[in-house]
């Protein structure tokens, strides 16, 4: 196998990881775009508290002021949901540079714009810088009130189960079952030998003693 064969082997994932991360990009950014021009529209069409019917006993626009985390969640918290927002965006940000699966990049790219959606909401919006109000409107009879940025971070907290669950990576190889009880089974014996040879060397050491 010629030189340049084996260069072209190895440079041929490059466009599909570019292509996935470009992914990546797009969902987050629709993602964010989307929460924030839904958010635009309903406080420059809605005072807080209306309703809008929307499909008459199912749905319906409610608009609120949350400073909880998703769906009114934990209200009292403010500032640590605001900086649990950044470290997640943190952290997929720095991820992405290891996306090749173009699933894991909607995953992630609907986390990350949801995520930048909200924290957008904590940053500047009223009533303090870190401690705003996220506008919700999303309501379902029986369930909480919730926005466009909420179901970005759900929707791709469900493709990331999922494709946890199916043992797909970053880089989109599979793992199967098999496979992980095997690593499984060499990390453990790994462990029991390091443990065998620190108790070896001890015992070593107190006999020279």
């Not at 605001?82 to 992630?108: D, F, K, P, Q, Y």
């Not at 996220?134 to 009879?141: A, E, G, H, K, L």
Request: a negative charge; one cysteine or more.
């Amino acid at each position: 196998m010629s030189e340049n064969s084996l260069s072209g082997q190895v440079a041929a994932p490059k466009p599909f990881r570019r292509s996935a991360w470009l992914l990546w990009l797009g969902v987050a950014a629709f993602a964010y775009v989307c929460d924030q021009l839904t958010k635009w529209w309903v406080t420059s069409t809605m005072v807080e508290g209306q309703t809008i019917p929307v499909i008459d006993g199912l749905l319906q626009w409610y608009f609120i002021r949350n400073s909880g985390a998703a769906f009114s969640i934990g209200e009292d918290f403010t500032w640590f949901f605001t900086l649990i927002m950044a470290a997640v965006a943190v952290a997929i940000i720095v991820m992405s540079r290891r996306i090749s699966s173009l699933w894991w990049a909607i995953g992630l790219g609907l986390v990350l714009g949801g995520a930048l959606g909200n924290l957008t909401d904590r940053l500047f919006r009223p009533p303090s810088f870190g401690m705003g109000h996220v506008v919700d409107f999303i309501s379902f009879p029986n369930f909480a009130i919730f926005n466009m940025a909420d179901m970005g971070v759900v929707g791709g907290v469900i493709v990331i189960c999922i494709l946890t669950l199916l043992g797909i990576g970053l880089d989109g190889s599979r793992t199967t079952a098999k496979e992980m009880a095997a690593k499984e089974t060499e990390q453990a014996t790994t462990e029991q030998t390091t443990t065998e040879q620190t108790t070896e060397d001890q015992g070593k050491g107190a006999k020279n003693d």
